[in-house]
């Protein structure tokens, strides 16, 4: 799926969150925003990511996390498995099970990110998407591991 026929599908299904990122890093400034839409399509679901105001030129992990954000880093969670197994277990820390929003801002500090899962949310659902300092590892013993918590932003899914 291309990402015009992705953000076409956004732009007419809800739920679609935009607000500042809550930051807890300078690697996210004050006043960063991100906008999240989740998309449930035949056969699965599409969510998209678009930021402003990152830091330009720099690689950041982002994934869906089971909690709200929160005043402190952890406060989101673990990331959310649609069939939930070991954290750093590539049967499951995998962007076939997770929510794997990974991007590389432009010269303006500007992102865009999407994924296509084969699956829909049901009665458990992510509340938060998570900036991470690095792009997502898929190696045995770190599959899922992005780094430090950056920044966050609830997202009711």
Request: proline share 8%; glycine share 10%.
């Amino acid at each position: 799926m291309h990402l015009a026929v992705a953000l076409a599908l956004a732009a007419s299904f809800t739920p679609v969150v935009s607000g500042e990122l809550i930051s807890y890093d300078p690697r996210v400034p004050a006043g960063a925003r991100a906008v999240v839409a989740s998309v449930p399509i035949a056969g699965g679901t599409v969510v998209m990511l678009h930021t402003t105001g990152l830091l330009p030129n720099r690689d950041y992990g982002a994934h869906a996390h089971v909690n709200p954000c929160g005043p402190a880093p952890a406060d989101s969670g673990p990331h959310y498995q649609h069939v939930q197994g070991g954290a750093t277990d590539p049967a499951f820390a995998n962007p076939r099970n997770e929510i794997w929003l990974d991007f590389t801002t432009n010269a303006k500090g500007r992102g865009v990110a999407y994924t296509r899962v084969k699956w829909q949310f049901g009665e458990r659902r992510a509340k938060s998407v998570v900036l991470h300092e690095e792009h997502t590892h898929t190696e045995p013993g770190h599959a899922g591991t992005a780094g430090a918590r950056l920044g966050c932003l609830t997202v009711p899914f």
